[in-house]
């Protein structure tokens, strides 16, 4: 199975390489449009803010790209945000996967939402095995409101989507690479899609 990492200036991508070792993947980190497109699963990883990060996608000509993949495609965490339809981060038009708005959390408690918080309510094949109110861990201060994409909530300040899918389209906004042994799963849940 060919599994591609795509590459571009995100701060998570070595971490996700290394969760998929760890499940006897071995990873492409690339950032060539043919290799992305011929590849089994595809991860859209993310750390970063979401102005440069689309000013680098545009560039590369990746924001065209990611939205026509036809097999399963996962965002993580600024990958989930960025495949939203707009971040109010730097007021931010993004990739237009979920036609959803990401927002700041307003500042009631520690901005940003770092460590272990659980899930509810999830849904779809990306959750198998995963039970209920599950621990897995954050690292975000922008957010999207729980939707009709929604297959995954957490609370922190507000309710939020914790991860979301539009057919091929997966994304967390946590992180499964940090998330020990359910992140582990939530990876092999997608490997085996």
């Given at each position: 199975m060919k599994i591609s990492i795509i590459k571009y200036n ?118 198998k095995d995963i039970p209920e109110n599950s621990f897995v861990y ?56």
């Amino acid at each position: 199975m060919k599994i591609s990492i795509i590459k571009y200036n995100a701060g998570n991508i070595t971490s996700v390489a290394l969760a998929l070792n760890r499940l006897g993947i071995q990873p492409e980190i690339t950032d060539a449009p043919e290799i992305i497109q011929k590849s089994d699963k595809v991860i859209f990883p993310g750390v970063g803010e979401a102005s440069t990060t689309m000013n680098y996608l545009k560039e590369t000509g990746l924001n065209t790209l990611i939205p026509k993949l036809q097999q399963p495609v996962l965002g993580i965490c600024l990958g989930m945000q960025l495949m939203c339809a707009f971040s109010t981060e730097g007021e931010t038009p993004c990739l237009g996967i979920f036609d959803e708005k990401i927002q700041k959390f307003p500042p009631k408690e520690k901005v940003p939402h770092v460590g272990w918080s659980s899930i509810s309510n999830l849904k779809g094949p990306l959750f198998k095995d995963i039970p209920e109110n599950s621990f897995v861990y954050f690292v975000h201060s922008y957010f999207a409101y729980n939707n009709k994409y929604s297959i995954a909530s957490c609370n922190y300040i507000e309710p939020f989507s914790a991860a979301m899918q539009k057919g091929n389209f997966y994304a967390t906004q946590f992180h499964p690479e940090r998330s020990g042994r359910t992140g582990e799963l939530i990876l092999k849940n997608f490997i085996e899609l």
